[in-house]
């Protein structure tokens, strides 16, 4: 199955600056899981959400359709990398007591995605999908960054994006939903920190690509002046919202 492949190209920055998700999300859904055998990430990327889950359960396999992030993936005991799709994981049935899709749900086939869910769960499986928001530093950053967001590369971002925006609010899944506060995430940066974040956004490299130069020399300088020193650590935040579903014994 083909899929839409916004990050091979820049797989190795995505690995380095993509923020890692907090520990407290693993340590709520381990505690959901009656067994703790195997967990499945789905649309791993670059292994952020395998590398926590790995805490919690005795084997990890993480899958993604991109080869290139596969093979920038940090390599950790206990977690074993596959490329494969999220429609088709090449998992036993019923053999996962955890499955996590972290911000990646929509750009799958869902109702594919569900029924690969259904398969390869457990009686008594958990679900977990997690998307985040825009990142701020509640200072003059957070403007510049919402005028780079919106206004500069806002046209470029995939149709898909809509999700995001949305907190995954519309999603559904035929299982019995547990409810999930929202969270929040957090990483500490210095300057080259943010702007290679920056660079990480798919609406950035299409934008780069549709215009033949990087989106960010337009806002570089004024977000340099906001940051001051630029070895200067900052905390950026990201709003995380979680759903998380258990897979019926009738499934």
């Not at 995430?185 to 490299?205: C, H, P, Q, R």
């Not at 940051?227 to 200067?232: K, L, N, S």
């Amino acid at each position: 199955m083909s899929f839409k492949d916004h990050f091979s190209g820049h797989s190795s920055q995505y690995s380095e600056f993509r923020p890692r998700y907090p520990d407290k999300l693993f340590s709520l859904l381990a505690a959901l899981c009656a067994e703790h055998d195997l967990a499945w990430d789905c649309a791993t990327g670059s292994g952020q959400a395998a590398a926590g889950l790995i805490e919690h359960f005795d084997n990890v396999i993480a899958t993604d359709a991109s080869a290139n992030q596969i093979a920038d993936a940090a390599r950790t005991d206990g977690i074993t990398y596959n490329v494969a799709t999220a429609e088709n994981s090449g998992l036993q049935t019923e053999a996962v007591d955890l499955a996590t899709v972290a911000q990646a749900l929509h750009w799958f086939d869902i109702d594919a995605f569900t029924n690969e869910a259904i398969r390869v769960l457990k009686p008594d499986g958990v679900l977990a999908v997690w998307t985040y928001g825009l990142l701020a530093f509640d200072t003059g950053l957070d403007a510049i960054i919402r005028h780079l967001y919106a206004d500069i590369v806002g046209e470029y971002w995939p149709f898909e994006r809509n999700m995001v925006e949305g907190g995954y609010a519309n999603v559904d899944m035929p299982f019995t939903e547990i409810p999930a506060n929202p969270m929040e995430m957090t990483a500490e940066w210095d300057f080259s920190g943010l702007i290679g974040y920056l660079n990480t956004w798919s609406a950035v490299k299409a934008y780069e690509k549709a215009n033949g130069n990087n989106p960010l020399e337009l806002v570089q300088a004024d977000l340099h002046r906001q940051w001051g020193v630029v070895d200067r650590t900052r905390i950026a935040t990201w709003p995380l919202l979680v759903k998380v579903w258990r897979k019926q014994r009738t499934q």
